[in-house]
């Protein structure tokens, strides 16, 4: 079945603790994204990925850091969390940019 | 990407068609009409794309007005786990220069009752 999948999908943890999510794609699709949604806010992207070793930042990335070691893989890595990264995270993976996308099942991620 | 337009709720009867209407009237000629949905704190989920002739999938049909300027997504027989947020967004064909990035707006509240 093709899907994206994300992990976990629940996280409470203190400020400061490196945390890692990790995300997985099965389609063998070139782009993938990661998005943060917070109420009022919407959909943002924080960073994405055109190819293997292509990163770049989205409209959020403070205080958020990727790597695209492989093409199925794209884990968001929080160095040193903050609260104000308590939000609902979702990874997406398209073909290539601007077809449709298929997101995971969201991380909802709290920081004490 | 040009900005949408959409109603904030609309309610459907179960069995029923919805009709979800978007408005796109920058809409320029290379860029594209999709449609996501997402359902509560769900991962958003792509319904079906167009460019200018209308489209039908196995989930939904989608109705493209011959000027571009507005769309209609069509549900043919709602079901209570249709209950979502329908967003109606416009891309540049695949490769564009937006970088991949996706803006939903607001939405529109769907909501399929008994």
């Known amino acids: 079945e093709a899907q994206v999948t994300q992990n976990p999908r629940y996280l409470i943890t203190v400020t400061g603790k490196k945390l890692t999510v990790t995300c997985s794609q099965n389609?063998?699709?070139?782009?993938m994204s990661w998005y943060r949604q917070d109420p009022g806010l919407g959909l943002r992207q924080i960073y994405y990925s055109m190819n293997v070793e292509v990163t770049d930042k989205g409209d959020v990335p403070e205080g958020y850091k990727v790597s695209r070691k492989e093409k199925r893989n794209f884990p968001l890595i929080l160095e040193s969390p903050s609260p104000n990264q308590t939000s609902l995270y979702f990874c997406?993976?398209?073909?290539?940019?601007?077809?449709?996308?298929?997101f995971g099942q969201g991380t909802r991620l709290t920081v004490v | 990407d040009a900005k949408t337009t959409q109603p904030t709720s609309m309610d459907c009867a179960e069995g029923r068609a919805a009709n979800l209407p978007c408005n796109h009237s920058t809409i320029s000629g290379n860029e594209y009409v999709y449609w996501y949905r997402q359902i509560h704190s769900q991962g958003p989920q792509y319904i079906i794309h167009g460019l200018k002739n209308n489209e039908t999938n196995e989930m939904a049909s989608l109705i493209i007005t011959e000027d571009r300027k507005s769309s209609t997504l069509i549900l043919p027989h709602a079901t209570l786990r249709d209950t979502a947020v329908y967003y109606c967004?416009?891309?540049?064909?695949?490769?564009?220069?937006?970088?991949?990035?996706?803006?939903f707006g607001q939405g529109t509240i769907l909501t399929v009752h008994p």
């Open positions: 997406a993976s398209s073909f290539v940019q601007n077809t449709e996308a298929f």
């Open positions: 389609m063998n699709h070139e782009y």
């Open positions: 967004i416009v891309r540049v064909a695949a490769g564009g220069t937006s970088y991949g990035k996706l803006t």
